[in-house]
Nanobody, 125 residues
Framework: QVQLVESGGGLVQAGGSLRLSCAAS????????MGWFRQTPGKEREFVAA????????VYADSVKGRFTISRDNAKSTVYLQMNSLKPEDTAVYYC??????????????????WGQGTQVTVSS
């Protein structure tokens, strides 16, 4: 089992920045690809970014490319999402996810088998 706990969400003005963290415990974090997803009420969970087990490969949704950066620190069992130039449409609950079966990150929701509880990000205009 893997437990994931997100933190760092909050309220920020448009154009501002936030850094989300996801602390993992349990099985070997460094073996897993990790991802960030987000969800707003009434909509499906949406892919944001993913990172490979060593952090050498990343993939982003077009909507956040150039503004968000995913990274990881395997020594701390933590993955981060640096969010810059935030827009009101970035408002959502952000979820961290772990894929124990692959080493490269994916945008596919079904590939991830562990999820955190989510952290709210609200961007005001």
């Amino acid at each position: 089992q893997v437990q994931l706990v997100e933190s760092g969400g909050g309220l920020v003005q448009a154009g501002g920045s936030l850094r989300l963290s996801c602390a993992a415990s349990g099985r070997t974090f460094s073996n897993y690809a990790m991802g960030w997803f987000r969800q707003t009420p009434g909509k499906e969970r949406e892919f944001v970014a993913a990172i490979s087990w060593r952090g050498t490969s990343t993939v982003y949704a077009d909507s956040v490319k150039g503004r968000f950066t995913i990274s990881r620190d395997n020594a701390k069992s933590t993955v981060y999402l640096q969010m810059n130039s935030l827009k009101p449409e970035d408002t959502a609950v952000y979820y961290c996810a772990a894929d124990s079966n692959h080493v490269y990150g994916s945008s596919s929701y079904g590939q991830y088998d562990y999820w955190g509880q989510g952290t709210q990000v609200t961007v005001s205009s």
